[in-house]
Each structure stands twice: as C-alpha cells, then as structure tokens.
C-alpha cells in the first residue's frame, strides 16, 4: 500500500513504496531463471516418459495371463449327400444307330445257334441217343419193315450244321429288318405321346 509522508516538501512528487511480495508456498518451484534453467534437460538428453494411469472405469492389466486350455473340436460325420434324380424322355431313336446294333447282335446269336447245335449233336452221339434210335425204330418195323432205319441219313453233323447256319442267316435278316421298323415306328409313336421316360439317379 502506498502511504503518504506527513513531512514532504511540497513540489516533489510523492513516493509510493513497492508492493509486499506474497510468501512462497513450500516444495514452490523458484522463480529465478538460474533453477528454471537446472531443471530443463540438458541437450541431446529426453524428458522422462510419464507414467500412464489407467483411465478411469478401466482396471489395470494383469500381470501375467494364464493360458486357456482349448478343447479340440469334435470331429462330425460329413452329412449324406442326397440322390439326385433327372427325369429324362426318350424322344427319338436314331434308325440307322438301332439297325447297326441288332445286325452285331443278330450275327452274335448266329454264331452261338451253329455252335450249340454242333455241341448238342456231339453230346448227343457220345450217350449213343442215335444208335437207340435206329434200334428202336428197327424193332417197329420189323423183319418185314424192309430197310433198316438209320437216323444219320437226315441228321448227321454236316446236315444238322447246315440247318443251323441257315436259321442263323435267316434270323440275322429278321432281326435286322424288324429292329429298323421298330425304331422307324416308335418315332412316330413318341411325336404323338411323347416318347418313353426315363428316371436317372446317382448312387
């Protein structure tokens, strides 16, 4: 505060006294220049890293994490996959495909009817069936029949082969000709209803 001087000359200005500083509080950083500059890093050395504080709602770490012990999956059947199904219509059949096939066929069936005959008239005369036979038919005619009968004068192998190669021929030809009109016919057929369905499916 500034008091005045009771004794003062006049014409000279008063004198005002400095103010009172407030009293330092203790641990007060000192207001010097000399401390301010103690306590600034010297150069090429960094501030000390301050020390974080957890924020607030959240809790400090744990000091070390226990490991969790993992289940091994359990292992499932793969599921059933399920049969799929196509319903599929046969709409046409091509002839000249249908012919070629029953013609292999046909030839395949000629050739095991010559085989069998052959086979079954060897069979045949080894039993001795062809001499009970002409005894046979000896005995009904009698002494007075005239010749004796002898069924190997009709049916001998060579006859019986060739009696099986021609059926093979003819049934080669049937079979043939017939296969074609069948497929011929069953195209026409499938233009009015459609044609055969078929259902396929996996397994």
């Known amino acids: 505060m500034s008091t005045n001087n009771p004794n003062q000359r006049p014409g000279t200005a008063p004198r005002v006294s400095a103010p009172a500083r407030p009293p330092q509080r203790p641990g007060a950083a000192p207001s010097s220049p000399a401390a301010a500059a103690a306590k600034r890093p010297a150069q090429g050395q960094s501030a000390p890293a301050a020390v974080k504080r957890p924020a607030q709602g959240q809790s400090a770490p744990a000091a070390a994490k226990r490991p969790v012990p993992t289940r091994p999956p359990l292992v499932k059947p793969a599921p059933k996959a399920k049969a799929r199904r196509a319903r599929l219509l046969v709409s046409k059949v091509e002839p000249w495909s249908v012919l070629k096939m029953a013609f292999l066929l046909s030839v395949a ?42 069924i190997m004068s009709f049916a001998s192998l060579g006859q ?22 069948s497929a011929v016919l069953y195209n026409i057929s499938a233009t009015l209803v459609g044609g055969i369905g078929v259902t396929l499916t996996d397994d």
Not at 112 to 133: E, H, N, P, Q, R
Not at 162 to 181: C, E, K, Q, R
């Open 160 to 181: 019986v082969a060739s009696y099986a190669t021609i059926i093979a021929v003819v049934n080669v030809v049937l079979l043939t000709t017939l296969s074609m009109l």
């Open 109 to 150: 069936l000629g050739i095991i009817t010559v085989v069998a005959s052959i086979v079954l008239w060897s069979v045949l005369d080894v039993i001795g069936l062809f001499d009970k036979v002409n005894s046979l038919m000896t005995d009904i005619q009698g002494s007075e029949g005239g010749a004796a009968f002898d």
